[in-house]
């Protein structure tokens, strides 16, 4: 085995909006899952940070570095990769 990174960024190949969610997902209503290709090959799925009216298959896409979630009685937020549209780079 050998080490490999990623470098990320890629075309979403499928998506879906989720409207209706579980009570740990229900304030991020609506959101959007999609199946992405990264320029390396490999498809993964992965949210989408970007209005659902803005969502389109083929759409180019970047990593971004977002909070998952929080856990536990004393909130521990734990941190993650969501992907945002690739023209929304800094």
């Not at 470098?7 to 209503?29: M, P, Q």
């Not at 941190?79 to 023209?87: I, L």
């Amino acid at each position: 085995m050998e080490e490999y990174r990623f470098r990320g960024t890629g075309t979403v190949i499928t998506y879906t909006t989720i409207y209706s969610a579980t009570e740990d997902f229900e304030r991020l209503t609506p959101y959007n899952l999609a199946i992405i290709q990264l320029d390396e090959g490999p498809k993964l799925t992965g949210q989408v940070v970007c209005s659902p009216e803005s969502m389109k298959i083929g759409m180019r896409v970047r990593p971004v570095f977002r909070i998952l979630g929080k856990e536990g009685e004393r909130g521990i937020i734990y941190y993650g990769t969501k992907f945002a549209p690739a023209e929304d780079a800094p």
